[in-house]
């Protein structure tokens, strides 16, 4: 049970990364290749895709993951509490941010 649970996050996680960078007008494929799909994220919103690196290190690598879902929250019009979320549930904010009709992607906004 706890195998099917883990494969249905991860497939959602994929499906919703693939709808969301699309939705950033971004090459869609990219977000469904893991690993791959943090460095584009990393370039879209630090300007710098080598910074991929620096979630190597283990608590820093968390505290960058929320800061750079804090900007993807706010690059949709979200507030930094669901970037938080984005950050812990990924799959669950970012189904939110693919069904909102409401969001739109701003690609220049500051944390």
């Known amino acids: 049970m706890d195998k099917a649970i883990s494969v249905i996050w991860a497939v959602a996680t994929l499906v919703f990364m693939y709808m969301a960078f699309e939705k950033m007008d971004l090459v869609a494929w990219k977000g469904c290749v893991p690993g791959y799909n943090l460095y584009e994220l990393c370039r879209e919103f630090d300007g710098n895709g080598w910074r991929v690196f620096m979630f190597l290190i283990p608590v820093y ?5 929320i800061k750079l879902c804090m900007k993807w929250a706010r690059s949709f019009g979200k507030t930094n509490g669901f970037g938080v979320g984005l950050a812990l549930l990924t799959p669950v904010f970012l189904g939110m941010i693919v069904f909102d009709q409401k969001a739109c992607y701003q690609k220049t906004v500051e944390l």
């Open 61 to 65: 690598g968390l505290i960058l993951w």
